[in-house]
């Protein structure tokens, strides 16, 4: 059974940081992503990483940064400078396709998890 599991997610103030991790049981995958959705909107990437390659939306703006343990099955984002814009639910995904590259859209994901709630106050 593959479950994927945040944590991490709280209320910080603008200009705050928070780590958010991801664990992931039942199996492993290369390919591993980030999104956000904010009420009344939709979902949208965030960061990305396979391989030890990572991708990252022009929303981050170079401040969040995708990292993996692969010892403890794990993945990581960790948001620095954080804006009220940033304020959504994060979810972790995974791509469980053997072939193609990065994926940017939802659709593109087998697994998600749960969510964390992030909430940036002004």
């Known amino acids: 059974q593959v479950q994927l599991v945040e944590s991490g997610g709280g209320l910080v103030q603008a200009g705050g940081s928070l780590r958010l991790s991801c664990v992931v049981s039942?199996?492993?995958?290369?390919?591993m992503g980030w999104f956000r959705q904010a009420p009344g909107k939709e979902r949208e990437f965030v960061a990305a990483?396979?391989?030890?390659?990572?991708y990252y939306g022009d929303v981050v703006k170079g401040r969040f940064t995708i990292s993996k343990d692969s010892a403890k099955n794990t993945v990581h984002l960790q948001m620095n400078s954080l804006k009220p814009e940033a304020t959504a639910v994060y979810y972790c995904?995974?791509?469980?396709?053997?072939?193609?590259?990065?994926?940017?859209?939802?659709?593109?994901?087998?697994?998600w998890g749960q969510g964390t709630q992030v909430t940036v106050s002004s």
């Open positions: 995904a995974a791509d469980s396709s053997r072939y193609g590259g990065y994926r940017t859209s939802p659709s593109g994901y087998d697994y």
């Open positions: 990483i396979s391989s030890s390659r990572t």
């Open positions: 039942g199996r492993t995958f290369e390919k």
